[in-house]
């Protein structure tokens, strides 16, 4: 089969793309889904497991309330209906992090189904906003954790593996989307946006914290391509645990571009499972999918059904946080940001980060300025998210309140966020700790001044004369020396009184 890739712009020449996204977000309840367990993370491994989760003969799951309410309030924020009676199912296959042997999940009668939500996507044109239709979101158990020791990294040439159950039995929520249609040169885009967007909706449910570093919100992207205007769907594959929304994106590109030179080779597209590798960007074949009868799903009987009665639902219904959209179209009059600032906030993920920032007592576009310039560039060049770089909105709040206050310019700023990076405390411990603050005594600074008046004759003489513009290279000759920590402010008033009694 070729390993070659077609062109992004030849693969939309011939084809038109099919998106089916399906998100496993971990709730954030206190125990498992079935038993006591605590669910924290990071623990020492195999710390948190019981003979439920472990599937030990003669042990019985019962399910947990708090989980099925977020699952309802997570089905009732995407628009879905939900099920006046449901139950859990056994999905049965052999594999090393399911000490049950099967996963208990739901199969034809999930609690969510038949939903939609709007995410908007910027074009040359402006905003357009595609319609993503939800299929289903139902509740299921996670998976423990295999680590597979060996140079790939993979159970494929492993020496061996070791498996740490404290994730098995955490709840689990899939949302399944339709076949997303129609996005053209968009699909790449669309499939960042939705994820993002249902990010941010979790978020603002308080049901999980959708670290994806942590795997608490994964990506499977299923995708296929069909000749161009066929209104066919091609065979697809579907790429597993993608953990960034920059991988969802990249991983939606790469496959389209593979498809396609697959294709127009005259060769057939494996209905299987790929792996998707960060650090070169490409997906490899894992395994062939199976298909539903292949898991020999049947009702759970250790499981009493799920029947949510309608005035609960409609009470989680009113209680529910205000949409997305909503959301940023209040915050965007509140800040006074333009469309463009808007939409580029949103785009970078930075939107709650800019929240928080101003909460915490930062002034709009101070906030938007750092986490869009300064720390979006550093995750860039970490390949980070955002919130996963290491400063917090407080942290970035209190660097400008020390700017605001005069003790740091934005170069020092500069410097404390890399000292944020590194460990090294508060922004006022790094302050300190570095001899960042901004030199404002006149007896220093004026020193300083008489030095760079002595060896910038021909500049002085212009300011002499009138020409004040000219003080802009004193001031850089004395900031030279003081290592960005002068005052500029007062440094200007001092030339021009040294030099023109002004």
Known sequence: ??????????????YDPALGLEVHVELNTASKMFCGCSTVFGAAPNTQVCPTCLGLPGSMPVVNRVAVESAIRIGLALNCEIAEWCRFARKNYFYPDMPKNFQTSQYDEPI?????????????????????????????????????????????????????????????????TKPILGTGAKAPDVARAYVAQLRELLL????????????????????SLAPSDSGLLGTRTETKNVNSLRSVERAVRYEMQRHAAVLSAGEKIVQETRHWHEDTGITTSGREKSDAEDYRYFPEPDLVPVAPAREWVEQLRAELPEPPRERRARLQAAWGFS?????????????????????AGAAPQAARKWWLGEL????????????DLGV??????????????????DKLAREVFDGLLAGEGSP???????????????????????DAIAANPDVADK?????????GALIGAVMKQMRGQADAARVRELILEKLTGG
């Open 1 to 14: 089969m070729s390993d070659t890739l077609l062109s992004f712009d030849d693969v939309l020449a011939s």
């Open 112 to 176: 969510c189904f038949n939903g939609w939500t709007d995410v908007q996507v910027d074009t040359d044109d402006g905003a357009e906003v595609f319609r993503i239709e939800i299929e289903r979101a139902h509740m299921e158990e996670d998976t423990g954790k295999s680590t597979h020791i060996g140079t790939t990294g993979r159970i494929h040439g492993a020496d061996y593996s070791l498996v740490d159950y404290n994730r098995a039995g955490i709840p689990l929520i899939e949302i399944v």
């Open 204 to 223: 603002g449910l308080g049901v999980s914290d959708v670290r994806m570093e942590q795997g608490s919100l994964r990506c499977d992207v299923n995708l």
């Open 339 to 359: 469309d463009l600032e808007m939409r580029d906030t949103v785009g970078a993920g930075a939107l709650g980060l800019v929240e928080e920032t101003i909460a």
């Open 376 to 387: 979006a560039r550093r995750a860039n060049d970490s390949e980070a998210e955002l919130a």
């Open 392 to 409: 917090t909105p407080v942290q970035v709040a209190e660097v400008q309140a020390l700017v605001d206050a005069g003790t740091l310019n």
């Open 428 to 450: 006022a411990d790094i302050v300190a700790a570095r001899g960042l603050a901004i030199v404002s005594d006149d007896g220093a600074l004026s020193a300083a001044v008489d």
């Open 463 to 471: 300011i002499r004369d009138g020409k004040v513009a000219a003080a």
